[in-house]
């Protein structure tokens, strides 16, 4: 059963980056079909994640949403040493620290990021709107595009996520995020 | 990303052992496949 897989995502997300992983250590087949961050909460995302988050996989046409969801099915489904320890509670650790990663690390880093702001996710949405509105039908269904989010990296994407913490604009790593998001929107340009 | 972060960065030069495990995890073959050049390479690829 290793036919190909697809995950749908931002580059940037670390979500995203743990299902890619997966799928890497396993030596699996599988596409990354790249979003452009406004497009999580419209369709045909929200047909994938009805929540509007990433990753959202695909196997077969089969969809799947929730990161630890999709790891653990890529591991399960596609031959090749386990990931997971068999073992109940080397296992137990494993989970425990894979919960504390995702409840305390994330959103205190998230948290911390004066960019992540309701007003910011507000302007970027209106700024992808307004770019998607400007492409052909066929093209916006198939493949949404990005613009206007070169303050902000791709992948962002509220409290839960680990952007790259875009944080103050006198910071040299801030800098360097700005800069790889603005090449990812002009990459995904038209 | 955590130890990309100037949050992550403070959190992490306390603690020996994680930051060992990091640079182990950084090396796999996996992670450099996974990486935000890589990725949009894959991106500029598919347009």
């Known amino acids: 059963m290793t036919s190909k897989m697809v995950v749908h995502g ?27 961050p406004g497009a999580l909460k419209q369709h045909p995302h929200l047909s994938r994640h009805p929540f509007g988050r990433i ?19 890529v591991d399960a489904v596609v031959p090749g040493p ?8 080397a296992a137990a650790r494993m989970n425990q620290l894979m919960g504390i990663t ?12 004066p960019e992540i702001a309701s007003s910011r996710r507000a302007s970027i ?40 913490i875009c944080c103050s604009r006198r910071n040299s790593q801030c800098s360097r995020w700005r800069r790889k998001a603005w090449r990812y929107c002009r990459t995904t340009r038209t | 990303m955590f130890a990309l972060a100037p949050e992550g960065v403070a959190i992490l030069q306390d ?16 992670m450099k496949a996974t990486t935000w050049d890589k990725l949009l390479e894959r991106v500029a690829a598919a347009a």
């Open chain 1, 82 to 89: 386990r990931l997971q320890p068999e073992e109940p509670r």
């Open chain 1, 102 to 113: 995702d409840w305390y690390i994330m959103p205190q880093v998230s948290a911390r990021s």
């Open chain 2, 15 to 30: 603690h020996e052992n994680l930051n060992g495990w990091l640079a182990l995890i950084e090396v796999r073959p996996s």
């Open chain 1, 10 to 36: 931002i580059p940037g997300s670390p979500y995203v980056r743990a299902a890619l992983l997966t799928l890497e250590e396993k030596g699996a087949d599988y596409e990354f079909a790249a979003m452009a």
């Open chain 1, 55 to 73: 990753p959202a996989f695909e196997h077969d046409g089969w969809m799947l949403y929730e990161t630890q969801a999709i790891m653990r099915y």
């Open chain 1, 125 to 164: 949405g209106r700024s992808m709107k307004t770019r998607l509105s400007r492409l052909s039908p066929t093209r916006r269904s198939a493949s949404p595009r990005s613009d206007g989010c070169s303050t902000v990296m791709p992948g962002w994407r509220g409290t839960r996520s680990a952007s790259p």
